[in-house]
């Protein structure tokens, strides 16, 4: 990827989507040419965790033909949030002004990225595509689990008091000062909960986050990464980071408290 050579998106300066894999021989090509046309001024970053159907030499042929795309090989499957996070580390290095993110299944429709540009260009830090904001919609998915991505994301905001209605979601663009004032090297979360730990750290540091929403489609080529254990995992660290939250808050008050009776 010639970096100096790649275009500008109006408004925005340089782009690169973060697209993890593993085992989506079946998709990559098929996601890849999509996003290309969708979005020409855009670049892509393959990060594959090693995957041994094939999908890493798929993202090699694909990036010798086209010089927007380049790829990370990673040796060890270490989760969803690792592997954005060195694709981020990886776009940051090589100064893109926005990252984005977005599942490499067909999930994420890249004729939708139009929407969250807009919203990054009225000034937003991060931009969410969203399900569950009015206008957004699941296609395929069996009840329970849209009940179970529902339920998730409405504890996330009694725990964690955020005002995001799809903390869990994975359509995403964040602007380069976005990660570089949540210092970025200091998120240690690994797997799918990496996403509400995003957004959690871009309202913490005051920064603006919008929700735009979009139609999420389920896959139809490959398997699924997501399961109960992985969900039953995030919810379990949402709650450790909502009680240390509450006691933080109660330690404060006490504080407060103790200094006025003085």
């Known amino acids: 990827m010639n970096e100096a050579a790649r275009p500008h998106v109006d408004g925005l300066g340089r782009i690169v989507v973060v697209l993890p894999t593993y085992n989506e021989v079946d998709n990559l090509a098929w996601i890849v040419g999509r996003l290309r046309a969708a979005q020409p001024g855009i670049d892509i970053l393959v990060v594959d965790d090693g995957s041994p159907d094939g ?6 042929e694909l990036a010798a033909a086209d010089p927007a795309v380049r790829v990370v090989h990673r040796t060890v499957k270490a989760g969803l949030g690792a592997a954005y996070k060195h694709g981020f580390r990886v776009a940051l290095d090589a100064g893109y002004d ?9 999930s994420h429709q890249p004729e939708q990225l139009g929407a969250l540009l807009d919203a990054l260009r009225d000034g937003a830090d991060l ?6 904001v009015p206008g957004g919609s699941v296609v395929n998915w069996p009840l329970r689990r849209e009940l179970l991505s529902r339920g998730g994301n ?3 905001r009694l725990l964690l008091g955020v005002k995001v209605r799809d903390a869990t979601a994975g359509f995403r663009l ?4 976005t990660l570089e004032k949540i210092h970025l090297e200091s998120v240690e979360s690994t797997g ?6 995003m957004v959690t750290r871009t309202l913490a540091a005051g920064l603006t986050v919008r929700e735009v929403p979009i139609e999420f489609v389920e896959r139809v ?8 254990s992985v969900a039953t995992e ?6 450790v980071w909502g009680l240390r939250q509450r006691a933080e808050q109660v330690r404060r008050s006490l504080r407060r408290t103790g200094g006025a009776g003085r």
């Open 154 to 156: 409405l504890y996330v």
């Open 221 to 228: 080529r490959g398997d699924s990464k997501m399961s109960g």
């Open 234 to 239: 995030s919810l379990k660290l949402v709650t």
């Open 98 to 106: 926005v990252i984005g993110e977005m599942d490499a299944d067909g």
């Open 127 to 132: 931009v969410i595509g969203s399900r569950w």
């Open 174 to 177: 964040f602007r380069r000062t």
């Open 55 to 60: 999908t890493g030499a798929v993202a090699d």
């Open 192 to 197: 799918y909960v990496f996403q509400t730990d």
